[in-house]
């Protein structure tokens, strides 16, 4: 298209030589750069050198880990209230738990339920119970999913059936599956409502948290739903000390739920459920400590000690207690195990305050159980050793035999009582006995007594005539 010029026309430019590229002075330079080691090189042979030298530090790590064994986590930090980490696990925990209520049986079901067994079970023409074999169980089952649905289903399991008593027919008895139909659903409705108390979720009540479930429960409670409105607080407080006696032994200010369930003090609590007040004596209502009369007598007892009025007792102020039958060293070791010091200092400031009476009269009331005899044994070990030697017995019951003497009593010998409580124990070791040999010989609570209340002894001491007492009424 394109004509070349007319003194050339026709013959193209011969091409241009380009240089070796060793022959160029900047390649010449940057190979001299980068050999020196100051260059691109240099800062790449590092990287990679890095790199491998955390390789190796990771794998070193990786086989340490792999030859000590995998170290589980043991700490996992709680979200922040009002993040989203702690909404999402809220909502979470709020619909399970909406979920397993929903499964359990309500009222009309339980009902239904004991209308089945009834309809379909037979009579035993020795005892007249109502029984039923397993085909009747099966059959029973069936009837029950129809009219109730599959929720329960879970309580005509074969295992089930296995665990009742029975006879020479293999049938069991109704009322004792019905029961346990019963118990099981209302433990699994007790566990849901704590766990929705239960803020931080780490299957734990605190106080406060307990008390809000007592609370909650009043109004379904027949002996309690006549409760003075001022009093519920006080009545909380009362109730929920006794779960974390029993259920708190190392006093960490929260109770696991699971034993709270299996506790006896939630049984204990669940009987106040009878509706009639004939169905309750006078002496059942006061030995129960969550009825009312209990609670109330407790508050009264607490103010009618407390002479100055200060809302905390002292030595003196305790030594009333029980009309004055309690020896001296146990109110002073009971002070020195068991009541913090005052904040101002000094042996003059510790008073006991209305928790650490609540534990006082626990224990005293429940000497026979493990947790109310540890409480003792601490105030009976007088050196913090453990154990107890014949010289401690002596110590402990020589007041005993002062208030015995004081009370117009004949003369007793102290080596004769120190013997005597060395034969119920019978200690594994014969020269101490220890807070195990007193739970072994299943008479701790007795021995306890016979230390620590003048009292306690008298009743030991004529226990042959308080027995017979007791058994005239019955022949009558």
């Known amino acids: 298209m394109y004509s070349g010029s007319s003194d050339g026309e026709g013959h193209e430019a011969p091409p241009r030589k380009i240089p070796p590229a060793s022959s160029m002075l900047w390649v010449r330079n940057l190979r001299r750069f980068i050999g020196s080691g100051n260059g691109l090189g240099s800062e790449a042979l590092m990287e990679l050198e890095t790199k491998r030298i955390l390789l190796d530090i990771f794998k070193e790590k990786q086989q340490k880990s792999a030859e000590a064994g995998t170290i589980p986590s043991f700490y996992k930090k709680k979200p922040e209230e009002g993040s989203i980490s702690h909404r999402v696990q809220r909502l979470a925990k709020y619909r399970f738990l909406r979920k397993q209520s929903d499964l ?23 005892t007249n119970a109502e029984k039923m074999n397993y085909e009747d169980f099966c059959h029973i089952a069936s009837v029950c999913t129809e009219q109730i649905g599959p929720k329960c289903r879970r309580f005509f399991s074969p295992s089930n059936f296995m665990k009742f008593e029975k006879d020479e027919s293999g049938r069991i008895a109704i009322l004792p599956f019905y029961l346990y ?38 109004p379904n409670l027949a002996q309690l739903r006549d409760m003075p ?23 960490r200010g929260k109770a696991c739920i699971k034993k709270v369930l299996l506790s006896n003090c939630l049984q204990e609590l669940m009987e106040l459920h009878q509706e009639s007040e004939e169905e309750v004596t006078d002496t059942e209502q006061a ?24 809302g905390t007792l002292s030595k003196q102020e305790l030594r009333e ?12 070791r009971a002070f020195d195990e068991h009541v913090r010091r005052g904040k101002s200092g000094g042996g003059n400031a510790r008073e006991m305050d209305f928790e650490s009476f609540l534990d006082f009269v626990l224990a005293l009331e429940n000497k026979d159980t493990p947790e109310g005899l540890t409480y003792l044994f601490r105030c009976l ?10 010289a401690d017995i002596h110590t402990l019951f020589r007041d005993v035999h002062q208030k015995w003497i004081e009370g117009g009593n004949y003369e007793l010998c102290i080596e004769d009582v120190r013997d005597e409580i060395w034969d119920m124990v019978k200690p594994a070791d014969e020269l101490r006995i220890t807070l195990a040999d007193l739970l072994a010989c299943k008479q701790g609570g007795t021995v306890a007594s016979m230390l620590i209340d003048v009292r306690g002894f008298w009743a030991h001491d004529n226990r042959e005539n308080l027995l017979q007492e007791e058994e005239e009424p019955e022949e009558e």
């Open 381 to 390: 070990d007088l050196h913090g050793r453990g154990y107890l030697t014949t």
């Open 229 to 251: 409105a001022a009093f519920v607080q006080m009545y909380c407080r009362i109730a929920a000390h006794k779960f974390f006696f029993f259920c708190d032994p190392h006093r």
């Open 181 to 218: 139909v019963m118990r099981t659903v209302s433990l699994t409705q007790a566990r849901i409502d704590m766990s929705e108390l239960d803020e931080d979720s780490d299957g734990f009540l605190q106080p406060h948290e307990m008390e809000a479930y007592i609370r909650g429960l009043i």
């Open 104 to 126: 359990l049986l309500n009222a009309d079901d339980l009902d239904a339920m004991w209308v089945c067994l009834r309809e379909n079970c037979v009579i035993d023409d020795a």
């Open 321 to 332: 207690y029980a009309d004055g039958t309690l020896t001296e060293i146990f109110i002073e």
């Open 287 to 310: 030995e129960n400590w969550f009825s009312l009369t209990s609670a109330q007598r407790i508050c009264d007892m607490f103010l009618a000690l407390d002479k100055d009025m200060n």
